[in-house]
């Protein structure tokens, strides 16, 4: 048990000795009345690292001095510019190189590879997900169960959470899998299930998965730079992320997309275009597409440099900070906003988030005991006072301390601020 004090001259020095804490000067922090916000909303969308700007302002340059010719002689020649950022998004997910791409969005990239890895058959034409996902991606099954004439109400099976506060057991996931396995074409969860914040556990899912021949995806779009990942040791066959979020590549940023090794040559459908067509001969222009060989091979267009480059400086940070060190803080720091409000706030908030840190990233997902309208409230106050989090409906509250640039002082600070609303309330 670690000792914790809710008192700012112990958050003060826990700041002080924290290892990572210059990287929070790599960040612009917006402004709240003359003063650092206290943000807790990376999970949503990840400030702004400083050094983007000068890598936009590089490709504009290159574009304004060189036009066409940046292509092979701008100071990062875009021919090959999305490969600028496949060995930091390997090393942030746990995959071999070749196993990613940055591309398009997640939302695109979940259609790409359900094109591919979604083969459904009269015997077996179901897909597995959870019921509450994100909305965009059971949007996107439905509409792949109905593409391909099969019946949603039927064929899309919707795991519904059994456990306190909406999250999802293992053996729910376990006990689906043993009854319709037979039926399962394809398995897709989250890595981290965004209202609740809780973690799934990628690797006993594949094997499950894959014992009962279920192809096996991942939306990470909460997971990723947030929880320690393994994605090639896991075994999932794809895996599609963003990376505005805890990445902080920002909005609308560039999204990333995993392809196991063991397809890395597989003869599927997919929908293609030039840029996934083997790199040695696409520009023959010839009229057969060849794939490249593991994700780049689901490229289809040219890669958006200045929607690349802020990626490019985001991982930047990402490197020197190194997973290991970001989780073993965000572990602290979490735990700590944690403890503050089980100490503090007992009688006016539950947390939703597993306890468990080995179940959970950097969130936690707060509800007012009071109700939705107190709810509403609150993070109507928490904005009013400069503490950024998010709201998600129907009642609840997420508040991400990130490692990056996030300190025990704000997670006190936010803590006091919900102090201060109670007594008013
Ligand atoms: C954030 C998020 C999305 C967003 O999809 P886009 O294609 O980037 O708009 C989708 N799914 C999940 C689970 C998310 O958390």
């Not at 969308?45 to 292509?71: F, N, T, Y």
């Not at 958006?304 to 490019?312: E, N, S, T, V």
């Amino acid at each position: 048990m670690i000792a914790f004090e809710a008192t700012r001259a112990w958050a003060e020095a826990q700041d002080a000795a924290d290892p990572l804490r210059d990287f929070r000067a790599d960040f612009h922090i917006p402004q709240h009345e003359g003063r650092d916000t206290l943000y807790f909303c990376g999970n949503s969308l990840g400030l702004q690292p400083k050094g983007v700007r000068a890598a936009i302002e590089a490709e504009l340059a290159d574009w304004s001095g060189l036009a066409v010719e940046a292509h092979f002689r701008g100071r990062s020649p875009w021919m090959h510019y999305h490969e600028y950022v496949r060995d930091a998004m390997a090393d942030v997910v746990g995959a071999q190189p070749h196993e990613v791409v940055a591309m398009n969005s997640l939302g695109v990239n979940l259609h790409l590879m359900l094109v591919s890895f979604y083969r459904p058959t009269a015997a077996r034409p179901a897909i597995l997900m959870e019921a509450g996902a994100f909305p965009t991606d059971r949007y996107a099954l439905e509409s792949q169960v109905r593409f391909h004439g099969f019946d949603p109400s039927t064929d899309l099976i919707e795991l519904e959470a059994d456990g306190t506060g909406g999250t999802l057991s293992m053996a729910a996931i376990e006990r689906a899998i043993a009854e319709h396995g037979h039926r399962i074409a394809l398995i897709v969860l989250p890595g981290v299930q965004y209202r609740t914040g809780q973690v799934f556990d990628l690797a006993r899912i594949v094997r499950l998965g894959h014992a009962r021949g279920c192809v096996v995806g991942f939306d990470l779009a909460h997971a990723v730079g947030n929880l320690p990942l393994a994605l090639h040791d896991s075994g999932a066959d794809f895996a599609v992320w963003c990376t505005y979020k805890y990445l902080n590549a920002g909005p609308g940023a560039v999204a990333g997309c995993f392809v196991h090794d063991r397809h890395a040559h597989a003869d599927v459908p997919r929908f293609a275009g030039w840029w996934g067509h083997d790199k040695h001969t696409r520009f023959k222009m010839g009229p057969h597409f060849v794939p490249t060989p593991g994700a780049d091979g689901w490229q289809i267009s040219n890669p958006p440099i200045l929607a690349l480059a802020p990626l490019r400086a985001s991982l930047d940070v990402f490197r020197r900070a190194g997973m290991p060190r970001l989780v073993e803080k965000s572990r602290r720091l979490t735990t700590y906003l944690d403890w503050l409000i089980r100490s503090r706030l007992d009688d006016t908030l539950d947390i939703v988030t597993p306890n468990d840190p080995a179940q959970r990233g950097a969130q936690l997902s707060v509800r007012v005991r009071a109700g939705r309208d107190a709810g509403r409230a609150l993070f109507e106050y928490l904005e009013g006072r400069g503490v950024i989090g998010d709201w998600r409906e129907p009642d609840v509250i997420r508040l991400s301390p990130t490692p990056l640039y996030n300190r025990y002082s704000d997670c006190l600070g936010a803590v006091e601020v919900i102090e201060a609303w109670r007594s008013q309330a």
